[in-house]
């Protein structure tokens, strides 16, 4: 089992930044590729960032790619999401989990935060 913490969530004016950050517990951090996820209001949950176990390797929805820049610190067993120049339509519950693989599908991942909401005002 890994357990996943999101926090850094918030409120911010459009063409802020925040930086989210993902705690992980259990088994080896390390042995994850970790991915980020958003679910807007009546919206399904779409694939928004993800990184692979060494932290070479990034994938970026074309949505974000260029504005959010995903990370790692294995030592601190930790993954980010900085986000920057921010919209509105950013707004959304943002979720981290771990994948045995390197994936930009839902259906990969198998380990889940509860998410922490970012809100982006216009």
């Known amino acids: 089992q890994v357990q996943l913490v999101e926090s850094g969530g918030g409120l911010v004016q459009a063409g802020g930044s925040l930086r989210l950050s993902c705690a992980a517990s259990?088994?080896?951090?390390?042995?994850?590729?970790m991915g980020w996820f958003r679910q807007a209001p009546g919206k399904e949950r779409e694939f928004v960032a993800a990184?692979?176990?060494?932290?070479?390797?990034?994938y970026y929805a074309d949505s974000v790619k260029g504005r959010f820049t995903t990370s790692r610190d294995n030592a601190k067993n930790t993954v980010y999401l900085q986000m920057s120049s921010l919209k509105p339509e950013d707004t959304a519950v943002y979720y981290c989990?771990?994948?045995?693989?390197?994936?930009?599908?839902?259906?990969?991942?198998?380990?889940w935060g509860q998410g922490t909401q970012v809100t982006v005002s216009s």
């Open positions: 989990a771990a994948s045995e693989g390197l994936s930009t599908r839902i259906r990969d991942y198998v380990y």
């Open positions: 259990g088994r080896t951090f390390s042995n994850y590729a």
């Open positions: 990184i692979s176990w060494t932290g070479a390797s990034t």
